[in-house]
C-alpha cells in the first residue's frame, strides 16, 4: 500500500466555488465522463455526506461528467457492497464511495469489476483499480482538541461521534492527543453512538456529557448535530463542529471547527480521472499543509493568545516535529438508554 500527499497545486477548486492553486489544466475529455458515486447517509446532512456530494457537483461542472448517485444506504458492508455493485454493473468511468465505511465493501467489489475504476474517500484501501482519497481530518481532530485543552475550566472536555469508521477513530485519537498535548491532567468523555444522523440521541449523549463535567464538546456528526447543538445552547456550553466551519452557521454555539473539507476528495479523484492521472493503488492525502482544506477555524471570543498557540502547533505538525496519532484507548463515555 502506497501513500502519496496531494500537492496543494494539483487541487483545482474547493467544494465552495473558490478558485485554488492548479497544476494543470483538465484536459478536454473525448466523451463526458461517467461517474457513479454512492453515499452512506443523506446527501443534505450539512456534514460529511454533503460536502462530499459538493464536491462531486463542482467536478462534474468542471470535468463534464455524467453522475449517477445512490444515497442514505445502511453503513453495514453487505449493503454497500449491494449498492455497489449496482453502480458498477452500469459500467461508468468511476465509482465513489464516500467514506471508509466504504473499505471493505469496495475492496471486495473492485476486485469484481477490473474495468472499473474505484475509489473510497476517507479510505485506506488499495488495489489494481483501486484507490483511497483522504483529507486528513485527524490533524484539525488534534488542534481541536488542543482548544479544548487550552479553554476548558472544569477539566472535563467531551467528544461525540456514530459510527465506527476509521476515519471516526482516526480522528477521536487526534483530538484525544491535543488535549493531552495543552492539558494532561483534562479528562476525555468520548462516545460512539451508533448513529450519526440521530438528533434527540445525540441531544441524550451531550446532554449527559454535560451533566458529568464537560464544559466543551467536540462533535463528528452528520444530520445528528443538531441535537447536540439543543444541549449545549440549553446549557450555555461551547461546541466544536467539524468538516465545514460551524462558527458562522451556529455562531453562538460553536467556538470552532475542525474543517476537513471530504469534498476535495471526491473532486480530486474525478479531476484525476479526467486528467488520466487517476491514482489506483495508491493513498493519495491532504492535511494542514493546505488549509483551504484542513484547518481549525475558531470564533472570534477566542482570545488572541489562544489563537497564537494553536496557529504554532499546526505549523509543528505541518513540519513533521508533531506527530498525530492514530490510534486511542481508554475507557468511553456510554450511551445514554
Known amino acids: ?8 497545486r494539483t ?21 463526458r465522463l461517467k461517474v457513479a458515486a454512492l453515499f452512506a447517509g443523506k446527501i443534505d446532512d450539512r456534514g460529511f455526506m454533503q460536502a462530499g456530494h459538493a464536491g462531486l457537483k463542482l467536478a462534474a461542472a468542471v470535468v463534464s461528467a455524467d453522475l449517477d448517485v445512490t ?14 455493485r449496482e453502480l458498477a454493473q452500469k459500467k461508468p468511468d468511476l465509482v465513489v464511495a464516500h467514506g471508509g465505511q466504504n473499505n471493505a465493501a469496495a475492496k471486495v467489489v473492485a476486485t469484481e469489476f477490473p474495468d472499473v475504476a474505484f475509489v473510497v474517500t476517507q479510505g485506506n484501501v488499495t488495489g489494481p483499480n483501486l484507490a483511497s482519497y483522504e483529507v486528513l481530518q485527524e490533524q484539525s481532530a488534534f488542534l481541536a482538541g488542543a482548544l479544548a ?16 469508521v476509521v476515519p471516526g477513530l482516526k480522528g477521536r ?13 483534562a479528562k476525555l468523555l468520548t462516545n460512539f453512538s451508533g448513529n450519526q444522523d440521530d ?56 467556538i470552532a471547527s475542525a474543517c476537513a473539507d471530504s469534498g476535495r476528495a471526491v473532486f480530486q479523484a474525478v479531476a484525476d480521472k479526467a486528467a488520466g492521472r487517476f491514482a489506483a493503488g495508491h493513498i493519495r492525502q491532504v492535511g494542514l499543509d493546505t488549509p483551504e482544506a484542513v484547518r481549525l477555524t475558531m470564533a472570534p471570543r477566542v482570545p488572541e ?3 497564537t498557540r494553536i496557529a504554532a502547533i499546526a505549523a509543528e505538525i505541518v513540519a ?4 498525530v496519532p492514530h490510534d486511542w484507548r481508554g475507557e468511553e463515555f456510554p450511551t445514554p438508554a
Not at 487541487?11 to 466523451?31: E, K, N
Not at 448535530?225 to 453562538?252: L, S
Request: aromatic share 2%.
Open 1 to 8: 500500500m502506497r501513500s502519496t500527499r496531494i500537492d496543494r
Open 11 to 31: 487541487l483545482l477548486l474547493g467544494a465552495a466555488g473558490g478558485a485554488l492553486p492548479l497544476l494543470g489544466s483538465v484536459p478536454a475529455a473525448a466523451a
Open 71 to 84: 444515497q442514505n444506504v445502511p453503513p453495514q458492508p453487505e449493503a454497500l457492497a449491494t449498492a455497489l
Open 149 to 164: 485543552g487550552l479553554i476548558t475550566k472544569t477539566g472535563v472536555v467531551g467528544h461525540m461521534s456514530g459510527i465506527r
Open 173 to 185: 485519537a487526534g483530538y484525544a492527543a491535543g488535549v493531552a498535548h495543552t492539558n494532561p491532567t
Open 199 to 254: 438528533d434527540a440521541l445525540s441531544k441524550k449523549v451531550a446532554t449527559a456529557m454535560i451533566a458529568a463535567g464537560a464544559d466543551v464538546v467536540f462533535t463528528m456528526l452528520n444530520a445528528g448535530r443538531m441535537g447536540a447543538v439543543e444541549a449545549c445552547r440549553e446549557t450555555g456550553v461551547p461546541q466544536i463542529g467539524n468538516v465545514v466551519d460551524w462558527t458562522t452557521i451556529v455562531p453562538d454555539v460553536f
Open 305 to 307: 493568545d489562544v489563537r
Open 320 to 323: 513533521g516535529r508533531l506527530a
